[in-house]
């Protein structure tokens, strides 16, 4: 690999940057009730949601892990402690791990965010049922006041990420049943044990003007509230790459140089663009397939097949959609099965795809032991080799000088702010169950 001095990096780079994005502002961003987000703060860090009461939202998406757990692929229900920590409890072992790595939750009330999952399948769409396209297509509520409060309460409904396995719980019971937003099913159960916690029912009467009575209190409410403090909490515009758009800082003449590649001859921009950088669509981009997969319950198949799974077109066989990159130094592992726990390998990784999947570490994975098969897909030669086909995009080479530079812009994207929260984590919590902590 050649090697480059900064000043040969920066006017080289400079000479083809792109346009960059116009800072965030106030306008960009969904206003948001102060006293809402105090409420849904309680819920975000509060088992009472899950189905055997002992995962809260938190759990998977804590500030102490950049927003997400650390680990590769989560373990929620069956789970004990957090973190990279988090062990599968031996007296009641999860049936397998969350297929999909937890996501950050950075700047999620950007009024641009109409489009959630990695596979996109929680989208605005007016044409639907609440004025949403989710895989409850009919049966899906209205009162969800955005895609994002909707999304944050689908995991309820998972019995490996929140609601337990089939005979655990009434909310996993209700699962079992297919009974989920209809009238008496999952999420009327989860409001109902909310609504029985009297500093809940106080709070609610409160906070909207529609409840006059515990009995009033919905699953839209719950989530609503929940959806509202994450995008108070972890609004991120105030970092060192937000000040030098505003003009207000320059940034490193290393991470400069970054910026410049960046937005120019590396290509990143192309799909990592705009202000959060991401063009909110899906690419397949070869990424290893670790896990359960993403298939439906009777099928037996590991395949995480990405976009295809909502869509239908050949085009989109494992696409995922481009994550935002705000505060990407903190929310590793990496890749929508957290493959990589190196930033720089991931990084890597991307110049050239094919070349990176047919190489690939398996050490690069953060997984706590569970008996189960997480390597089906990559000992498959022929499903390894479906991935790999399905990136479209060329090699780029890169010195290794140029990469350093993209990894000090990367730094950039780091707010101390969002990172620390605004509300932070509560001591307690109004159902007195445990509040998850490192």
Request: net charge negative; charged share 20%.
């Amino acid at each position: 690999m050649r090697f480059l001095t900064l000043a040969s990096i920066v006017a080289a780079s400079a000479a083809g940057a792109g346009e960059l994005p116009l800072p965030l502002t106030d306008a960009d961003f969904a206003a948001v009730r102060p006293e809402e987000a105090a409420l849904g703060q309680l819920l975000f860090y509060d088992p009472i949601l899950s189905g055997n009461r002992e995962v809260a939202c938190a759990t998977c998406h804590h500030p102490a892990f950049g927003t997400s757990d650390g680990l590769s692929l989560s373990l929620g229900d069956g789970g004990i402690g957090l973190g990279p920590r988090r062990i599968a409890d031996p007296n009641n072992l999860p049936e397998q791990r969350v297929p999909r790595n937890a996501q950050s939750l950075f700047n999620l009330g950007l009024l641009d965010y109409t489009v959630l999952f990695h596979d996109g399948r929680i989208e605005a769409d007016p044409s639907r049922p609440g004025g949403l396209r989710t895989p409850l297509d009919a049966d899906m509520r209205d009162g969800f006041a955005s895609p994002l409060s909707a999304q944050s309460m689908f995991p309820v409904l998972s019995p490996d990420e929140m609601a337990g396995h089939y005979s655990e719980n009434e909310i996993a019971q209700a699962v079992r049943l297919g009974r989920l937003s209809t009238p008496g099913g999952a999420w009327d159960l989860i409001a109902a044990r909310v609504a029985s916690i009297p500093e809940y029912a106080t709070a609610f009467e409160a906070v909207y003007e529609h409840i006059h009575a515990p009995s009033d209190i919905g699953f839209t409410d719950i989530s609503n509230a929940v959806a509202a403090f994450m995008e108070a909490e972890w609004r991120s515009d105030t970092s060192p790459f937000d000040a030098r758009l505003r003009g207000e800082a320059e940034l490193s003449p290393e991470a400069e140089a970054g910026l410049q590649l960046f937005y120019g001859g590396a290509g990143c921009a192309d799909c990592h663009s705009g202000p959060l950088l991401t063009d909110f669509g899906f690419h397949a981009m070869g990424q290893p397939q670790i896990g359960p997969g993403k298939g439906a319950r009777f099928e037996t198949h590991a395949r995480d097949e990405g976009r295809f799974r909502v869509t239908g077109h050949p085009e989109d066989y494992y696409a995922f959609r481009t994550p935002s990159l705000r505060n990407v130094a903190q929310t590793g592992p990496w890749g929508h099965s957290g493959a990589y726990s190196d930033l720089r390998a991931f990084v890597t990784a991307h110049l050239d795809p094919k070349a990176a999947l047919a190489a690939y570490d398996r050490k690069q994975v953060v997984l706590p032991e569970l008996p189960v098969s997480d390597w089906r897909i990559m000992d498959d030669a022929v499903e390894a080799q479906a991935i790999s086909d399905a990136v479209t995009f060329e090699p780029v080479s890169l010195a290794d000088g140029e990469i350093d530079a993209l990894m000090a812009f990367l730094e950039s994207l780091s707010d101390p702010v969002a990172l620390e929260g605004r509300l932070g984590v509560p001591d307690v919590v109004p159902s007195g169950l445990r509040v998850p902590r490192p």
